[in-house]
T-cell receptor
Framework: DADVTQTPRNRITKTGKRIMLECSQT?????MYWYRQDPGLGLQLIYY???????NKGEISDGYSVSRQAQAKFSLSLESAIPNQTALYFC???????????????FGPGTRLLVL | DAKTTQPNSMESNEEEPVHLPCNHS???????IHWYRQLPSQGPEYVIH???SNVNNRMASLAIAEDRKSSTLILHRATLRDAAVYYC?????????????FGTGTLLAVQP
């Protein structure tokens, strides 16, 4: 079984709808992240959480919100979806080691979102 | 975070070595050099990282220039499964984000 799972894997929605993307991990990591990837580009950080009580905005948080329900679960919501939020969304985790500069992030398989 | 520069694309033949370059002329003394790759239709995966000395693991080798302003990811024998986008990323770990800053990476094509 995959260590980092994302549901759904594919989603089509309409402009103005609220949708939620979910991420679960079995790695026991404290830190979780949501990234967005547009075609042909690298990933951009949306939100991140260092523990259950910690939520932080990333580079492109406008139009998104998150919820850290438990150590293993981190959800991303689009409050009112718009077409330019069409993208590939990745969840990632990391253990939260003291040596952050060496820390590895582990990514889920991604959710492909299309907003019509 | 300091910026990295990579070629947009490279080609290799199967079972031959591949050298993927990365320039990071503004690297600071405490920045680690990380490499991730993204296979088609998958999330990025960690490949290797280093600070000053060359590093080897089961996936690849990382050669770091003496002045640390450039590095090279070496795949010793490319396979078709190595076709991916390879990202060179500098990690300073400062601040609270611990985020990875992805550029556009190098798209590696492997020919049979």
């Amino acid at each position: 079984d995959a260590d980092v799972t994302q549901t759904p894997r594919n989603r089509i929605t309409k402009t103005g709808k609220r949708i939620m993307l979910e991420c679960s991990q079995t790695k026991g990591h404290d830190r979780m992240y949501w990234y967005r990837q547009d075609p042909g580009l690298g990933l951009q950080l949306i939100y991140y959480s260092f523990d259950v009580k910690d939520i932080n905005k990333g580079e492109i948080s406008d139009g998104y919100s998150v919820s850290r329900q438990a150590q293993a679960k981190f959800s991303l919501s689009l409050e009112s979806a718009i077409p330019n939020q069409t993208a590939l969304y990745f969840c990632a985790t990391s253990p939260g080691l003291a040596g952050a500069r060496q820390e590895t992030q582990y990514f889920g398989p991604g959710t492909r979102l299309l907003v019509l | 975070d300091a910026k990295t520069t990579q070629p947009n694309s490279m080609e290799s033949n199967e079972e031959e070595p591949v050298h993927l370059p990365c320039n990071h002329s503004t690297i600071s003394g405490t920045d680690y050099i990380h490499w991730y790759r993204q296979l088609p239709s998958q999330g990025p995966e960690y490949v290797i990282h280093g600070l000053t000395s060359n590093v080897n693991n089961r996936m690849a080798s990382l050669a770091i220039a003496e002045d640390r302003k450039s590095s090279t990811l070496i795949l010793h024998r490319a396979t078709l499964r190595d076709a991916a986008v390879y990202y060179c990323i500098l990690r300073d770990g400062s601040g609270a984000t611990n985020k990875l800053i992805f550029g556009t990476g190098t798209l590696l094509a492997v020919q049979p």
